[in-house]
């Protein structure tokens, strides 16, 4: 199993910064991930709501199916889904107050019988540069 982290101060109210963050309809803009939705997309994500998204890492296209685990406006975004060949993934976005600003964090997980050795290494690896990137684009948009 991968696990990563990656978390940005952004110059806007947590507020602001819930409402981009936990917006489907605006992964889009900032998430480097998302590649589409597929099918219907929630305006807005509940407790027990599901999509499905293309997500690309690796250069690979992966369909994944997510359910709503937690969702406790405006601070924690809970979601766990199954792609390809069984690809089980955890993500949890969260936002608190810091300083005059906020702290927005990702915690992602990854597992599945393809996710270990070199392969599992990689996934984190290119995980981690992209949930990176992705917290950079979210602080533009916010600011």
Same mark, same amino acid.
């Not at 605006?26 to 994500?45: R, S, Y």
């Not at 293309?54 to 969702?71: K, Q, R």
């Not at 702290?103 to 981690?128: H, R, Y």
């Given at each position: 199993?991968?696990?990563?982290?990656?978390?940005?101060?952004?110059?806007?109210?947590?507020?602001?910064?819930?409402?981009?963050?936990?917006?489907?309809?605006?992964?889009?803009?900032?998430?480097?991930?998302?590649?589409?939705?597929?099918?219907?997309?929630?305006?807005?994500?509940?407790?027990?709501?599901?999509?499905?998204e293309?997500?690309?890492?690796?250069?690979?296209?992966?369909?994944?199916?997510?359910?709503?685990?937690?969702?406790?406006?405006?601070?924690?975004?809970?979601i766990? %889904?199954?792609g390809?060949?069984? +690809?089980?993934?955890?993500?949890?976005?969260?936002?608190? &107050? /810091?300083? $005059?600003?906020?702290? *927005?964090?990702?915690?992602?997980?990854?597992?599945?019988?393809?996710?270990? %050795?070199?392969?599992?290494?990689? +996934?984190?690896?290119?995980?981690k540069?992209?949930?990176? &990137? /992705?917290? $950079?684009?979210?602080? *533009?948009?916010?600011?």
């Amino acid at each position: 199993m991968g696990k990563i982290s990656a978390s940005v101060e952004l110059p806007a109210a947590p507020d602001k910064v819930w409402a981009e963050f936990s917006n489907p309809n605006n992964f889009e803009k900032w998430l480097t991930i998302h590649t589409k939705w597929k099918g219907e997309v929630p305006a807005e994500f509940s407790k027990g709501a599901q999509a499905s998204e293309v997500v690309t890492m690796l250069g690979m296209p992966n369909t994944i199916t997510w359910t709503v685990d937690e969702f406790e406006a405006p601070s924690k975004l809970a979601i766990s %889904g199954t792609g390809m060949a069984g +690809v089980k993934v955890k993500f949890e976005l969260s936002v608190e &107050a /810091s300083g $005059e600003g906020s702290l *927005a964090s990702i915690d992602a997980e990854f597992a599945g019988q393809m996710i270990v %050795g070199a392969l599992g290494k990689a +996934v984190e690896k290119d995980g981690k540069k992209n949930l990176d &990137a /992705s917290l $950079e684009n979210l602080k *533009a948009l916010v600011a």
